[in-house]
């Protein structure tokens, strides 16, 4: 198995990395002196297809393995999917809503400073609302 996953991740640094400059590309492939032909390409891709078509029958274990896994990740994505969406979908007010009340009481309350709440109102809200009302301001003559 960790031959396979160090497979993968070289294949991926592989594909990631930057690619050379069309004259370097030309010029390896000429100091190969090996060209196959478009049709020779074509061919091969082909016969991988129906050989990777084959393996199953050849292998069925290896198969199943892959099966396997392949249903895993796919559930392991669709929960953590389903997950993430009704976190992002949540109208409430937060995990204080999702606790039975015994356990809100108990639970730590996030303190910033636009929530704190001022012990005493002396000196606060001491206006009538006739107060908040602008002075009356006659013509200009």
Known sequence: MRIL??????SVIAVLAPSPPESEVEKALAESKIVPADFELLA????????????????????????????????KAKYSARLLYEWASDTSTG???????ADQAEADQLTTGSTVKIASSEGRGTLKPEDRLPDWRGQKI
């Open 5 to 10: 996953r160090a497979a993968f991740f070289l």
């Open 44 to 75: 091969a891709a082909g016969n991988t297809v129906s050989d990777l078509g084959q393996f199953c029958l050849r292998q069925p274990e290896v198969c199943l393995t892959a099966n396997y896994m392949a249903a895993r990740i796919e559930a």
């Open 95 to 101: 995990e204080m809503a999702r606790l039975p009340a």
